[in-house]
């Protein structure tokens, strides 16, 4: 492995841990608020999803959600 698949390789896995926390908490917001007001969980994310609140981590997600599908296309690509 050469030293800019290493350095890819970690980059993409500081990704991947950003968006899984990203979610993590996104999933324990909405299931906290749904604990609170039982309206139910999908009623609660498409809450979150409109929210200006939660407008910041939002942004956040889908960036990350972005910058992770774009790094694993570029692996894609460039392993043929």
């Known amino acids: 492995?050469?030293?800019?698949?290493?350095?890819?390789?970690?980059?993409?896995?500081?990704?991947?841990?950003a968006w899984a926390l990203m979610v993590y908490r996104m999933v324990s917001v909405v299931r906290a608020r749904?604990?609170?007001?039982?309206?139910?969980?999908?009623?609660?994310?498409?809450?979150?999803?409109?929210?200006?609140?939660d407008k910041q981590e939002?942004?956040?997600?889908?960036f990350l959600t972005f910058v992770l599908a774009a790094m694993i296309a570029m692996n894609v690509m460039s392993s043929q």
Do not use: P
Request: hydrophobic share 50%; glycine share 2%.
């Open 34 to 53: 749904d604990a609170e007001q039982n309206t139910g969980f999908v009623a609660q994310f498409k809450a979150w999803l409109k929210s200006d609140e």
């Open 1 to 17: 492995m050469s030293a800019s698949q290493i350095i890819r390789f970690v980059l993409e896995a500081l990704v991947f841990a």
């Open 58 to 62: 939002r942004k956040t997600l889908f």
